[in-house]
């Protein structure tokens, strides 16, 4: 059974940098055919796709967020992390992790971090 599990902190301070790791079980990241997203849903808004990380490593992001986001990934660990600069607190929001099978829909979900910026 595949568990993806979000950490980091709650609170952020505006114009710094969001940092949150996302620990999956289960079965390696590396694993060909999936990619390991980033979702967020700001308080009574819908989901907004931030981005992810593929098997092979490669990254692609939302074009709205691209040029603050940076997702990379720890093999050893099996985590991979979003990163997100000069947040604001638009940035506030439920930040999910989730895995998505090529050709198929997201199907394996973590519970969610909320996140608030806020000085």
């Known amino acids: 059974q595949v568990q993806l599990q979000e950490s980091g902190p709650g609170l952020v301070n505006p114009s710094q940098t969001l940092s949150l790791t996302c620990t999956v079980s289960?079965?390696?990241?590396?694993?060909?055919?999936?990619?390991w997203n980033w979702i967020r849903q700001p308080p009574g808004k819908g989901l907004e796709w931030i981005g992810y990380?593929?098997?092979?490593?490669?990254?692609v992001y939302s074009p709205s967020l691209n040029s603050r986001t940076s997702i990379f990934r720890d093999r050893s660990k099996n985590q991979f992390t979003l990163q997100l600069s000069s947040v604001t607190p638009e940035d506030s929001a439920v930040y999910f992790c989730?895995?998505?099978?090529?050709?198929?829909?997201?199907?394996?979900w973590g519970k969610g971090t909320l996140v608030t910026v806020s000085s």
């Open positions: 990380i593929a098997y092979s490593g490669n990254t």
């Open positions: 989730a895995r998505l099978q090529q050709d198929a829909a997201m199907d394996y």
């Open positions: 289960g079965g390696p990241i590396t694993t060909n055919g999936y990619y």
